[in-house]
């Protein structure tokens, strides 16, 4: 049986989603940024963000061990974002994704998340490689990666006509 995940850094606890946090993911799919930058859900009420819950995160937690993952305040609980990885049919490589309320960006939280997933992702899974990707103009996105030790490698399409993504590699 898999182990669920549960990190507490200085502020945040970050561990498995569950369906029990379908209206937090709701809030947090529907933010303008997260559609912009992301993609659409299609999660347009409860029962949606239960199902993208249970079909996306809860099911790789399954497969591979590991996932998107909640990240709350330590303090009081307060959910506030998702951070974790992801092992897309796309990408031959694991990747980080992250994403944030709007009133919580800018805090370093993303960082202080991010941070421990990457931690967890080398010395607790034994992944060598972890990349991300991101639209060219996220660039609240890319800083924070450069921030984290990430380096551009390329930019690439995963289909013809979808448009072209930006590659980095974590090279810590």
Known sequence: MITPLVIETPRL???WLEVGDAAFIYTLVNDPAWIRYIGDKNVSNLEDAKTYIET???EMYRKL???LNHVSLKQDGT???ICGLLKRETLADVDIGF???PEYRRQGYAFE???AILEHGRTRLGIERIVAILTPDNLASAKLLCKLGFEFENSYQKEPDLD???LYVFNK
């Open 164 to 166: 072209k993504l930006d």
């Open 79 to 81: 959910p506030i974002g």
């Open 99 to 101: 994403a944030l309320l």
């Open 56 to 58: 996306g995160p809860v």
């Open 13 to 15: 606890k970050i561990r």
């Open 113 to 115: 998340a991010a941070t």
């Open 65 to 67: 061990g590991f996932g």
